[in-house]
């Protein structure tokens, strides 16, 4: 399931391309789980978006203030600083950049609770490499990506990647 929420200020034109170049934009994208996090980074560099990758809160926190982005996304549940409290701290830091928060775990109760924290999109764990970058593109105001065959199999790998996390939460 996708969610959006969108404010018409929060839709910027895309980059315009430099010397036939597409758009590059910039993305940090915060995971604890290594496989679903190296494999967002790996689509989203296939599909030519410039990518840093945090393995939890804490280290996203860092990037954010040290380097400039044009979208986090970011887990809802990770160790250290939750996807929640990151985004809090962007909001309270006055930085204005659209958050994808994605989760396999939170609910639509919980989202309405913290509509102060302005997010652009949420997507639900698992998800498709279609969802992934779709979701990216609109968020970005950027004409949505065609998905090139080779990266049917990395919305597998998601799918089976969340299906296996959710099948260790319950042991």
């Not at 919980?110 to 593109?137: C, H, R, Y």
Request: overall charge negative; some cysteine.
């Amino acid at each position: 399931m996708i969610i959006f929420f969108m404010r018409d200020h929060d839709i910027q034109p895309p980059v315009e391309p430099q010397h036939g170049q597409p758009p590059s934009y910039r993305i940090l994208v915060a995971d604890d789980e290594t496989i679903l996090r190296n494999i967002m980074c790996a689509v989203l560099l296939h599909a030519g978006y410039r990518v840093d990758a945090a393995q939890d809160g804490a280290f996203a926190w860092a990037a954010l203030q040290s380097e400039p982005y044009d979208l986090l996304i970011t887990d809802f549940d990770m160790p250290k600083i939750t996807g929640v409290e990151l985004v809090k701290d962007l909001r309270s830091a006055r930085m204005d950049l659209p958050v994808i928060m994605v989760s396999g775990t939170f609910l639509p109760h919980e989202l309405t609770q913290n509509l102060s924290l302005q997010l652009a999109a949420t997507l639900e764990k698992p998800f498709t490499i279609a969802d992934l970058l779709d979701t990216v593109g609109k968020v970005l105001g950027a004409m949505p990506r065609s998905n090139p065959p080779e990266l049917a199999a990395a919305s597998l790998l998601i799918a089976v990647a969340a299906a296996a996390l959710a099948a260790k939460d319950k042991a």
